[in-house]
């Protein structure tokens, strides 16, 4: 048996494993010894993220549309049917009738190839991916405030803080490996703060849990922020020396006193205060978040008002501090530092500022256009609009993620071309013109990011299934046909490119890699990466603190949807479930859909344990197992989104935070009944 070293696929934490090859089969997984976050420990999914690989359901050729099947057919078929489509919308509707929407599980080098397929070859800027679905208020509100949307310090640096604020993240279930990071810190004397109106495994163990009523976030940071200016807990100095607007945050602060607060979110005040003084007081203290905070229309705003805390309290470039977006897929980091985003080049670099998209145009010899593209959600509306009329999918499963389930039907049903590669059928390949096989990350060669801005090393264990091909050969095939000059590169070229093109990976090199990665900002082959950020100045020099005020929730339980949804998910299922549901262990601890009611509302109801419930929204409805959960409040349903059988997103709407354009998927009005 051979053990290849590379890096788990599921989430941001990015542990490192090792594959088990006996002949070209991965028989098992085990976990690294030497790896520097995992050190030889990784979750359940991790220890079993060999099985799917071998799952006989993986796509093996590819696949074209016949009347209402699917049938077999060549590359060559698949590929030219790909061009030829791709040639006739953009000659009859224009290039920006197309889109791509990369994959957070693909590669840096995957997800770099497939930017510049959509920019330098099908010359549109209408390029996303599911960050816009999780972390766009990170990229936007972070940028704004601190000059980077990424995480600021390694997850060992939480070892140090003396308070640990978790927000609207169920991180033992989500990040495995930063919860135990967080439990270790706590068990060294940290105080440890969760605010998540669900009573979730890390709250149970918090030393503080606040539940505010979802949607209230602002709220209750700037009462928190209130307290600890009361309190002159503030760090005077760091305001004066590294940012700039503090009156104005001050003023807004002072309107939400801990009964205001009370009334919004229902935190008593004499908790607020508690938590206040604990962050507030301690020497380094960080704030972790995650989907609770992001996956609203006040996302920007929410993420905003975490940064002004961190920043009143000079709680930013120390060992201990720090601001914690925890990324979910494992590569979601890398496919935004990779520019596949409407908007930014790889390294954040503006697509409107002449002289960034200049150099990319020098580089690669082509005009490039100019006008930011269009984000996800969009793309999908503009689909349905019929402005959108073809779109490569790679790696991406919208018909079960993407918010109003009922409209991306329509809309991928609409279009005249789409293109899905995937590992697996999914609810989405059924849909496709063309379905592209690839291979999985036990199959290539590449790098993924992790939330720490680590760059890892995968490496090909096995080969392919069947007639699968690595997606970036796909991608180089699919240029030449379209009449791009470019030539075929192997991974490590591809991050020779990338180097060049984004500064902070400018000195990643495959050779230099290893078992502990790099963290960038690695800017040249001598720097030895960058664990902590702004230690000394922000990219933006000042800082900049910005007012946030408590806004409407878009959608509110009114007598016809009593009900608030909280959508989410579980340890043992990935998403879409593509892949955790093709894992045996993993779908007997949880083989299928459950929604989780509070007792009261359940007895009121006369719904039992088990008993199956219809539940109802504008926009959809499903039916699914109840189950009691004590740890909820009253009026508040909490259902995953993994499953087909009772599809979460046929209830969620397509509520846009203005800022970022990320979906409210955290609040639906439902209602719900026995059925
Ligand atoms: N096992 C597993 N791990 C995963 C994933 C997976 O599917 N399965 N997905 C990965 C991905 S892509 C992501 S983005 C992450 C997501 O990781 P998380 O964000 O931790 O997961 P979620 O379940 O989306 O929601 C987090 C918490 O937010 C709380 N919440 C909801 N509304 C509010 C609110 O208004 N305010 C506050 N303060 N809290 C609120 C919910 O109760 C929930 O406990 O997980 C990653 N890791
Ligand atoms: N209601 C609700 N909806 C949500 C959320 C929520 O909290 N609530 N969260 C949102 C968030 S944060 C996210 S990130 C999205 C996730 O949404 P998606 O990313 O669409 O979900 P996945 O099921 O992870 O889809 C990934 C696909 O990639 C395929 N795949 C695996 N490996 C490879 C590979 O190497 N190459 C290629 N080409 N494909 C591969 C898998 O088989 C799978 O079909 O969902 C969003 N939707
Ligand atoms: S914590 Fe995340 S990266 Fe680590 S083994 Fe589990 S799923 Fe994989
Ligand atoms: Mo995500």
């Known amino acids: 048996m051979e053990k290849i070293h590379t890096t788990c696929v599921y989430c941001g934490c990015g542990c490192g494993l090792f594959l088990h090859v006996e002949g070209d089969r991965v028989v098992g997984a085990s976990p690294s010894p030497g790896h520097p976050l995992s050190r030889g420990r990784l979750c359940i999914k991790g220890w079993l993220a060999g099985e799917f690989v071998g799952h006989p359901d993986r796509l093996r050729y590819p696949l074209i549309k016949r009347g209402d099947r699917r049938v077999r057919a060549t590359w060559d078929e698949a590929l030219s049917l790909v061009r030829d489509r791709f040639l006739k919308v953009k000659e009859a509707y224009g290039p920006d009738a197309i889109a791509v929407l990369t994959s957070a599980k693909g590669t840096n080098e995957e997800n770099f190839m497939l930017m510049k397929l959509a920019r330098a070859v099908l010359k549109t800027n209408n390029v996303d991916h599911v960050a816009r679905l999780c972390h766009a208020p990170t990229v936007a509100g972070l940028s704004y405030a601190i000059g980077s949307g990424a995480m600021t310090n390694p997850i060992e640096s939480l070892l140090e803080s003396e308070a640990i604020m978790v927000v609207g993240s169920n991180t033992t279930e989500q990040h495995p490996m930063v919860a135990a990071t967080i439990l270790e810190a706590q068990s060294r004397g940290a105080e440890l703060l969760v605010f998540d109106p669900r009573r979730t495994q890390i709250a149970a163990q918090a030393d503080i849990h606040l539940t505010p009523a979802p949607g209230t976030d602002v709220a209750w940071i700037n009462g928190l922020l209130n307290v600890i200016i009361e309190e002159e807990l503030i760090d005077e100095v760091f305001i004066r020396g590294r940012t700039q607007g503090f009156e104005l945050v001050k003023e807004a602060a002072s309107c939400y006193t801990p009964e205001v607060v009370e009334s919004i979110t229902g935190i008593p005040p004499h908790l607020l205060r508690a938590a206040a003084l604990s962050y507030g007081a301690a020497e380094a203290a960080s704030i972790v978040y995650a989907m609770g905070i992001t ?23 120390r060992e201990g501090t720090g601001i914690y977006p925890l990324r979910g897929h494992q590569n979601v980091q890398g496919a935004c530092d990779m520019g596949a985003l409407p908007d930014l080049l790889p390294g954040y670099q503006k697509v409107s500022d002449p002289r960034k998209i200049e150099t990319f145009e020098e580089a690669w010899s082509v005009d490039l256009p100019r006008a930011p593209g269009l984000t996800a959600v969009e793309i999908l509306e503009a689909a349905e609009e019929g402005s959108i009329k073809a779109i490569y999918i790679s790696g991406e499963n919208p018909l079960m993620s993407y918010p109003d389930r009922d409209s991306v039907y329509k809309a991928l049903k609409a279009l005249d071309l789409l293109v899905v590669a995937d590992i697996f059928p999914t609810e989405t390949t059924r849909l496709a013109h063309v379905v592209l096989p690839v291979a999985s990350f036990a199959e290539k060669d590449g790098t993924f990011t992790s939330t720490e801005r680590r760059i890892q090393l995968i490496s090909k264990a096995v080969s392919p299934p069947g007639e699968a091909l690595s997606e970036l050969d796909v991608i180089f095939d699919l240029m030449k046909r379209l009449g791009a000059p470019y030539r075929s590169l192997s991974p490590a070229e591809v991050m020779e490119e990338i180097a060049s093109l984004n500064p902070h990976y400018g000195g990643i090199r495959y050779r230099r890699l290893g078992i502990d990665g790099l ?28 007012p946030v005020f408590q806004k409407e929730l878009h959608e509110s339980p009114d007598e016809d949807y009593p009900f608030l949804l909280i959508t989410g998910r579980t340890l043992y299922h990935f998403h879409s479930g593509s892949m955790t549901r093709r894992t045996s262990l993993l779908d007997r601890e949880v083989p299928g859909p459950v929604v989780d009611v509070n007792p009261d509302d359940a007895g009121r109801l006369r719904i039992r344990s088990r008993q199956r419930v219809v539940i109802e929204s504008r926009r959809g409805r499903l039916e699914v197992e109840a189950r009691i959960d004590p740890g909820l409040m009253p009026g508040i349903l909490y259902l995953p989104f993994h499953f087909s059988e009772a599809p979460a997103n046929a209830l969620t709407a397509r509520a846009l935070d203005p800022a970022s354009r990320i979906p409210a998927f955290k609040i639906s009005a439902v209602s719900m009944r026995r059925a």
């Open 295 to 317: 996956q609203h229309t006040a996302g920007t705003d929410n993420v905003q008002a975490l940064a002004n805390l961190a920043l009143a309290t000079g709680n930013l470039g």
């Open 519 to 546: 963290q960038w900002p690695c800017p040249d082959e001598d720097h030895p990466g960058t664990g902590i950020l702004h230690r000394e100045a922000f990219p933006i020099g000042r800082a900049r603190f910005r």
